[in-house]
């Protein structure tokens, strides 16, 4: 018995007190780092509630957000409504969670769509340079020439008005910010040794891109995801509010804070929850972006 003691003892390498204070100061470690970036945990947590409730509202009993009854318009909160209800009666608990599949909706696939173009421009313009890198960057600085929030509302009033063509005017004035910054990563990336490798072991120019060079800029472009969505969910609300975004009856943040600025001294309600879940969402999404940044910056240790 006492050498099966001593050779697990010889086989851990350490005696068991000294395992359990390393145990304890592992642990010391994850809940030092666990409260450390407890608003990015929370602000996870809130955005994953959001988007479950705003995809499956019927599964949380939320009332169809376009039932109107005239006669129990303006009423306040109550348990009945808690978040009141509009100039037609309806609900706007139910309308502000509805609208945020639209906001939420859009910056998803203006992420995605301007990633998937901006991303690949920029490893173009980075690796190519010449030309092909004047071109590219010449034409992204066209569009970074105008202010986003006209460029959008210029572009609505040539292709409609509409959450489509919202959706996809929104996408174009954020594809820049994707090409630039892969184009920067792309520059300090391409000169490492493990490009020069490959490019001498005869790989060819996709490969290298989007193999080789395209996974070490994943953390910058994290970032700018997070904050591309901010920005497309401010801008959708932004081009609704002005009467160019989604169109009426859908629900929308946007065009609920518009109605709400008319009915202010009527009913304050109207436009304060809308414009709470927006902000809410907002922050959210900028914690998450502030404590990537920080993970890119520093390594995962900084967690």
Known sequence: MASLK?????TTGARPEEQAIGQERAASVWRGRARRNWPATLSLAFLMLA????LLPRAFGIADPLITT??????????SY????????????SRTIYGARVSLGTALVVVVV???????????????EGLVDALIMRAIDIVLAFPAILLAMGLIAVIGAGWVNGALAVTIVSIPAFARLTRA???????????????????????????????????PLLVQAAFVATWAILLEAALSFLGLGVSPPTPSWGQMLSAGKTN??????????PGLALTLVV?????????????????????
């Open 185 to 219: 990563s792309v520059l300090q990336e391409k000169s490492r040794e493990y490009v020069m490798a490959a490019q001498t072991a005869g790989a060819g120019t996709p490969r290298i891109l989007f193999r080789t060079i395209l996974p070490n800029c994943l953390g």
């Open 114 to 128: 301007a990633a998937a173009i901006g991303v690949p421009l920029g490893l173009v313009a980075g690796y190519r």
């Open 6 to 10: 001593q050779g697990a003892s010889v």
């Open 264 to 273: 202010l001294y009527r009913a304050w309600w109207y436009g304060f929850f």
């Open 82 to 93: 808690p978040f009141g209800t509009d100039d037609l009666g309806r609900d706007l608990l």
């Open 51 to 54: 988007g479950v409730i705003a």
């Open 283 to 303: 922050l959210a999404l900028n914690s998450l972006g502030e404590t990537t940044q920080r993970i890119v910056r520093r390594g995962w240790r900084s967690l």
């Open 70 to 79: 005239p006669r129990e318009a303006f009423l306040p909160p109550s348990w």
